[in-house]
């Protein structure tokens, strides 16, 4: 993406989180931010329940590594006039702010290309930019999570009422992804045929895209997917279930077809005289008599401690996995080789600050990008960059256009 510019009118972690990919990639990425709120997102004081430093955000941090934030107020002419001296030079315009605001502040597409017809145009939304609920906003915990289905799905109907959504921005940065994608499609369109496009992605639909093969069962049948409670399993393949450890550890055997690694398994599992045993011996035995083998493999597992588990499995063959927690990622020795995680400097100057890196990597390559910006940060070196001198950003500072 070296070369490309992308203007980013947008806060919070869906849309920004595009921003984000895409500075990864090489783009130039100008985040615009209000000159005296700056992301309202930076004011955020609480996680999922865990108080943060301000000068230590990962909300700020995780959407915003790589980019240059430019104060200015899009309410006044004077701040949309510098905003469309800024659009002239980007060849993308990204937002997530409503169809109202975008009008009020006239950066909705019409006055966008006014000034840039060539510039590709990308929308974030919570439902869609059509249809009768296209002024109507949302979050990551209303239109990914609640509304579509996914919390849903993921709530094991036993419970008798709604998990909450564990994972802030959870499909705002999935979201994100899409949006990355669907822009680097639009740049290989423009390239090809000239033609600049406007794209839309939502929450709902990054949603729906994620749960698509359910959903699209659900749509076939009228019944739909339910995950199970702790302790419970369907009985159709019993080399596929969550399995209790001694200490209260969890391993997750995942060997969807069974074929050619039934021996191997149950060697593994120290149950090798089940490999001859004809309940067990070859696949169809094995689904039609799963309750039991459900039963066997989990008096074996519990009999030894997650530990043991984790180190002794992995020279089976068949698919598996220990159950860990999200910090638990951070030391993973699989996530360290590939990585997934990438050092910063801190803003407050303190030890780097980890960010994770985007899914896709090039030529086994690491990520090379820098901290978040802090409000404003970039303003006097994107304007004059721009041409604009220095009388000028003095006036439109004193008139409050910019910061």
Not at 4 to 23: M, N
Not at 154 to 177: K, N, R, V, Y
Request: charged share 20%.
């Amino acid at each position: 993406m070296e070369g490309v510019r992308v203007l980013e009118v947008a806060q919070f972690t869906f849309v920004p989180a595009a921003g984000a990919i895409l500075a990864d990639w090489g783009a130039d990425v100008i985040k615009i931010e209000h000159p005296v709120r700056g992301d309202a997102q930076r004011g955020f004081v609480n996680m999922g329940g865990f108080q943060l430093d301000p000068n230590r955000h990962p909300l700020i941090e995780h959407p915003n590594r790589g980019k240059r934030s430019v104060g200015i107020d899009v309410s006044t002419p004077e701040g949309q006039d510098v905003l469309y001296e800024i659009a002239k030079t980007a060849d993308v315009f990204l937002t997530n702010y409503m169809p109202q605001a975008r009008q009020k502040n006239k950066f909705d597409i019409e006055h966008i290309r006014a000034v840039n017809p060539n510039i590709i145009y990308a929308r974030g939304s919570a439902y869609g930019d059509k249809g009768p609920e296209r002024l109507v906003g949302g979050f990551d915990g209303t239109a990914f999570w609640t509304r579509s289905g996914v919390g849903h799905a993921l709530t094991p109907e036993e419970l008798g009422g709604a998990l909450p959504q564990g994972i802030p921005a959870f499909g705002d940065s999935i979201g994100g992804m899409n949006i990355a994608g669907g822009i680097s499609a639009a740049l290989f369109h423009r390239e090809r045929t000239g033609e600049a496009v406007e794209l839309d992605v939502s929450l709902l639909s990054t949603a729906w895209w994620a749960a698509g093969a359910s959903v699209t069962q659900g749509m076939e049948t009228g019944e739909t997917m339910r995950s199970l409670m702790p302790g419970t399993t369907t009985s159709v393949n019993p080399f596929m279930a969550n399995y209790a450890t001694s200490d209260g550890g969890t391993i997750n055997l995942c060997i969807v077809s069974p074929t050619g690694y039934i021996r191997d398994t149950f060697e593994h599992l120290g149950l090798p005289e089940l490999a001859d045993d004809p309940r067990f011996s070859d696949v169809m035995p094995l689904i039609q008599n799963a309750e039991a083998g459900v039963e066997l493999i989990a008096e074996a597992i519990a009999a030894k401690p997650f530990e043991y588990w984790r180190q002794h499995l992995k020279t089976m063959r068949g698919q598996w996995a220990p159950f860990q927690s999200l910090v638990d990622l951070a030391t993973d020795e699989q996530a360290i080789a590939n990585d997934m995680i990438v050092e910063v400097d801190a803003s407050d100057g303190g030890k780097p600050f980890k960010v994770v890196r985007g899914p896709v990597q090039f030529n086994h390559e690491p990520l090379e990008t820098t901290r978040a910006p802090q409000a404003s940060e970039h303003t006097e070196i994107v304007l004059m960059e721009l041409g604009l001198d220095w009388d000028r950003i003095e006036e439109l500072k004193d008139k409050g256009a910019i910061a």
